[in-house]
């Protein structure tokens, strides 16, 4: 990563968690480009791990346990 994208990323970390969400967002969306590729990759791994859930091989996080972290 070059100087620039450091020193935005140490001011973003100084943020919000919600208004580290809302840039998160912008920045994602300006990479409004489809990937093929990586959707096909992100949906093999969603269907695995659905999969190993099932298979009793992962637990399920409460989501009031994931939002906390982010408090």
Partial sequence: MNNVATAIEEQACKLSPSARMELVDAILSSLD????E?????????????AAYRRGE???????DVLAKYR
């Fill in 33 to 36: 480009e489809p990937d093929q």
């Fill in 38 to 50: 990586m959707d096909r990759l992100w949906s093999q791994e969603a269907e695995e791990r659905l």
């Fill in 58 to 64: 992962m637990k399920a996080i409460p989501l009031d």
